[in-house]
């Protein structure tokens, strides 16, 4: 059978179309969707190690991406990255180290996915009752909320409540403000063990933890986020890579789809408003949660047919929210030219 990079046609190509919809997350959410390629490896019969390790090739990938962007935009805060970036390296480290050794056991695979099963329900259950709240708060509150003009960019109550602390030493961040560095070796060894651990670049927990704990502006965190992503990415390659686990035929493949998947989804953001299409991001977390629990219990109870049934769940979901993003985008420049001639 003809092959591309070890991987047969039919595979191959299943991997570019999945790595579209990955890079259209990633540019319309700026989330790189890597917490969906390791379990769609786990679902496949991959072991956890290659699993994760090529998901941390690709999200090395999509962050240089990202990042150059960003800087580009004067949002990525270097010095909080670099800060950040031992604690991010020795979280890493201290989680492929746990997995390793969970593969020694022969129950690596059990216990990422069952963490996979856990995180995926949690972030789409704040994902939905996220978006849920935001529709009845423009319902109930649309004209006080123009009203108001509050700064979107405004630190977090939380966030300055840390701060007030002042514990030594304190670091000057790039807008001028300070954070301990203890706060910021934390947050990096708390993303670098996830990221380590479950293959992810650690994005849907690194930028709220850079916002909410660090206390810096949104735009900031995002952008630094992201730098943090590309150095968490590289260095969970490079410690994977050493163990000659990354299938560079899946991670090249996954690439080649996000690349064009990343053009179209940013794009879309000037044309689809978020709200319209978050809640469906977070219901796909929840089927996602699902898949990778079906594909356990098809693993313990040696039922093949559940592992198709995940499978479909995985991609389907993620098909059908990346479906809703390319319609209302179509759906916003239509009406646009057509309101054109008219204006």
């Known amino acids: 059978m003809f092959e591309l990079l070890g991987l047969s046609a039919d595979l191959f190509a299943l991997f570019v179309v999945f790595g579209f919809m990955v890079g259209v997350f990633f540019g319309f959410f700026g989330m790189g969707g890597s917490f969906l390629v390791t379990p769609a490896l786990l679902i496949l019969g991959y072991p956890?190690?290659?699993?994760?390790?090529?998901?941390?090739?690709?999200?090395?990938?999509?962050?240089?991406?990202?990042?150059?962007?960003?800087?580009?935009?004067?949002?990525?805060?270097?010095?909080?990255?670099?800060?950040?970036?031992?604690?991010?390296?020795?979280?890493?480290?201290?989680?492929?180290?746990?997995?390793?050794?969970?593969?020694?056991?022969?129950?690596?695979?059990?216990?990422?996915?069952?963490?996979?099963v856990i995180l995926l329900a949690a972030i789409g259950i704040l994902f939905t009752r996220s978006a849920l709240s935001d529709d009845a708060d423009a319902a109930g509150d649309e004209p006080e909320a123009e009203s108001e003009d509050a700064p979107e960019d405004d630190i977090p109550e939380i966030a300055q409540k840390i701060k007030s602390y002042e514990l030594p030493p304190m670091m000057t961040l790039a807008d001028g403000s300070e954070a301990s560095l203890w706060t910021i070796s934390g947050v990096g060894g708390g993303v670098g063990l996830v990221s380590g651990f479950l293959g992810v670049g650690g994005g849907?927990?690194?930028?709220?933890?850079?916002?909410?704990?660090?206390?810096?502006?949104?735009?900031?965190?995002?952008?630094?986020?992201?730098?943090?992503?590309?150095?968490?990415?590289?260095?969970?390659?490079?410690?994977?890579?050493?163990?000659?686990?990354?299938?560079?035929?899946?991670?090249?493949?996954?690439?080649?789809?996000?690349?064009?998947?990343?053009?179209?989804?940013?794009?879309?953001?000037?044309?689809?408003?978020?709200d319209d299409v978050t809640i469906y991001f977070g219901l796909m977390l929840l089927i996602a949660s699902l898949a990778v629990a079906l594909g356990e219990v098809s693993a313990w109870l040696a039922m093949p047919v559940l592992d198709r049934v995940s499978f479909v769940l995985l991609i389907g979901s993620a098909l059908f929210v990346c479906a809703i993003i390319l319609y209302h985008g179509a759906v916003a420049v239509h009406r646009g030219r057509d309101a054109a001639p008219s204006a």
């Open 204 to 274: 849907f927990v690194r930028m709220p933890a850079i916002y909410y704990l660090i206390g810096t502006s949104l735009a900031a965190a995002v952008g630094t986020s992201l730098f943090g992503g590309l150095m968490s990415g590289g260095v969970g390659a490079f410690t994977y890579g050493r163990a000659g686990v990354i299938d560079l035929g899946i991670v090249t493949a996954l690439l080649l789809g996000s690349a064009l998947g990343a053009r179209i989804g940013s794009g879309a953001t000037a044309y689809v408003d978020e």
């Open 48 to 116: 956890a190690p290659v699993a994760i390790g090529s998901s941390m090739a690709f999200v090395f990938g999509t962050a240089v991406i990202a990042t150059l962007k960003h800087h580009d935009a004067g949002q990525v805060d270097y010095r909080l990255g670099a800060l950040m970036f031992v604690g991010i390296t020795v979280g890493i480290e201290l989680g492929s180290r746990l997995v390793f050794g969970l593969e020694v056991l022969g129950i690596a695979g059990v216990v990422v996915g069952v963490a996979y």
